[in-house]
């Protein structure tokens, strides 16, 4: 079965840029997270999704970030405009009822 | 709110040593907890989790943890490790929810295996 399926793995641009992070959950799933994993700070929830819905949006760090989840199998993190502080590693996670979040391989972000 | 603490940054075991890495959490009821793995440039693999019942709940790869709620511990074991072993292990808590909310993680122990 595929898995939690994040676009692209690495993505280098220069600050100010647009930025757009996207993740296939599993199918079924009806669950979505985003997480941002730095050295500093380690791994932290950004927001999450059931049904599509927004349910907790207290961890996306500044009005520069926003996400949607047009339907079950889509999610887009976005970023604008990009800093080089948001540099890090986003992961994408996707879970069924109340079973263990299944993660993607992340996207590494570079912002020169 | 809620919060993990793994207290050993950096373990360094022997081919073959058991390991016990170390996870206290701090949460206002009884809170589902998880184990995850992460290799070098991957996500995060779930190794157990315990949402209730036993205490000694076990997972893949041959790991087991234990759930103390006198300690607020949740302590990672493997009798024998293996050099594939070597990765981040990481603690985290949730919600009522399961995994149907967003987890708090620890920051995370680096497992290094000596040959």
């Known amino acids: 079965d595929a898995g939690v399926i994040q676009s692209p793995r690495h993505e280098v641009t220069e600050m100010g840029q647009e930025v757009t992070l996207r993740c296939k959950p599993i199918?079924?799933?009806?669950?979505l997270f985003w997480y941002r994993q730095t050295m500093m700070r380690g791994l932290e929830l950004l927001i999450y999704?059931?049904?599509?819905?927004?349910?907790?949006d207290s961890g996306m760090p500044e009005d520069r970030f926003s996400a949607k989840m047009p339907n079950a199998s889509f999610s887009t993190l976005k970023i604008q405009p990009s800093e080089p502080r948001d540099s890090a590693v986003y992961f994408c996670?996707?879970?069924?009822?109340?079973?263990?979040?299944?993660f993607g391989d992340g996207t590494r972000l570079s912002i020169l | 709110a809620q919060s993990v603490t793994q207290p050993d940054i950096h373990i360094t075991v022997s081919e073959g040593a058991s390991l016990e890495l170390r996870c206290n959490y701090s949460?206002?009821?009884?809170?589902?907890l998880f184990w995850y793995v992460q290799s070098p440039g991957q996500g995060l693999q779930l190794l157990l989790k315990?949402?209730?019942?036993?205490?000694l709940v076990q997972g893949i790869k041959g790991f087991e943890a234990e759930f103390k709620r006198s300690q607020s511990s949740f302590n990672l074991r493997k009798p024998s490790v293996h050099w594939s072993d070597a990765a981040e292990y990481f603690c985290?808590?949730?919600?009522?929810?399961?995994?149907?909310?967003?987890?708090?993680f620890g920051k995370g122990t680096h497992l290094i295996i000596q040959p």
């Open positions: 315990y949402f209730s019942g036993d205490t």
């Open positions: 985290a808590v949730g919600a009522a929810g399961g995994g149907a909310d967003g987890l708090t």
């Open positions: 199918s079924g799933h009806n669950s």
């Open positions: 999704f059931n049904n599509n819905v927004p349910i907790d």
């Open positions: 996670a996707s879970s069924q009822g109340n079973q263990p979040q299944h």
């Open positions: 949460y206002g009821a009884t809170p589902y």
